[in-house]
């Protein structure tokens, strides 16, 4: 494999999870084409993907993003967990290989302009499905769930080589009481034993944030500290 060359931008931006910080990340040179192997190096060592472009945080006088991810082989569901589980045992769920397909779009465009519209994807459009969940390197796959044969979400994730990483899950807002986010996140954890695969990337866990806090509700979760995976102990 050669060499990943990273670069920085030098302008930071307004943070989109703590008020009054600034961000700025570190990339991956966006004209390798990245395969399976990159990408699984990549995240060992913290980098995120977002369409085409792979990132870590990198921000001035801030360390508040730590990658984390869980053990698929020894997840703990909770209790909470466990009620979704069975809440959600009548929907059917499949892996699909991306396409541009109307029936995905229009779950993502509805859940972006109603549960999200006071962010920075609002509205959503077709350019910006295609830049942030079209846009991959061969990895990516999609968990979606199904009632009486009607989508109702999507987890968007990659399939690495030591494990499945999360990247983004949208879903039907008038099905919110089913904690869909939760239910797949727990189903995407056990595909990734049941392949053998050791890990389910969750991304950035980032403290202080409010948005990110369900994400210590899974375990075991270990973080990226200082260049070691380790076990986050609540």
């Not at 904690?179 to 980032?206: D, E, H, K, W």
């Not at 403290?207 to 260049?227: C, F, H, N, T, W």
Request: glycine content about 6%.
């Amino acid at each position: 494999m050669n060499k990943i060359l990273l670069f920085q931008p030098p302008d930071t931006h307004d943070c989109s999870y703590l008020p009054d910080m600034q961000s700025r990340s570190l990339y991956a040179d966006p004209r390798i084409e990245l395969d399976a192997s990159a990408l699984t190096l990549l995240s060992l060592n913290g980098f995120r993907r977002s369409g085409r472009l792979v990132y870590r945080p990198n921000c001035p006088g801030c360390e508040a993003c730590i990658a984390v991810r869980i053990r698929a082989h020894e997840l703990l569901c909770s209790r909470t967990q466990l009620r979704t589980l069975k809440r959600n045992s009548d929907l059917e769920l499949s892996v699909e290989i991306p396409g541009r397909r109307d029936e995905i779009y229009g779950l993502y465009e509805r859940y972006i302009n109603e549960r999200h519209a006071d962010g920075d994807m609002y509205p959503a459009a077709e350019k910006q499905f295609d830049d942030f969940l079209a846009s991959d390197f061969g990895t990516t796959r999609y968990l979606v769930a199904r009632k009486q044969g009607k989508l109702i979400a999507c987890m968007v994730f990659d399939v690495l080589e030591d494990g499945l990483s999360a990247v983004y899950c949208f879903f039907d807002p008038d099905e919110v009481a089913r904690s869909l986010g939760s239910f797949l996140i727990v189903r995407l954890t056990q595909l990734a034993a049941a392949v053998r695969l050791p890990y389910n990337y969750l991304g950035y866990y980032v403290r202080g944030s409010r948005k990110m806090e369900y994400k210590v509700q899974y375990a075991p979760l270990e973080q990226l500290i200082d260049g070691h995976w380790q076990l986050l102990v609540r």
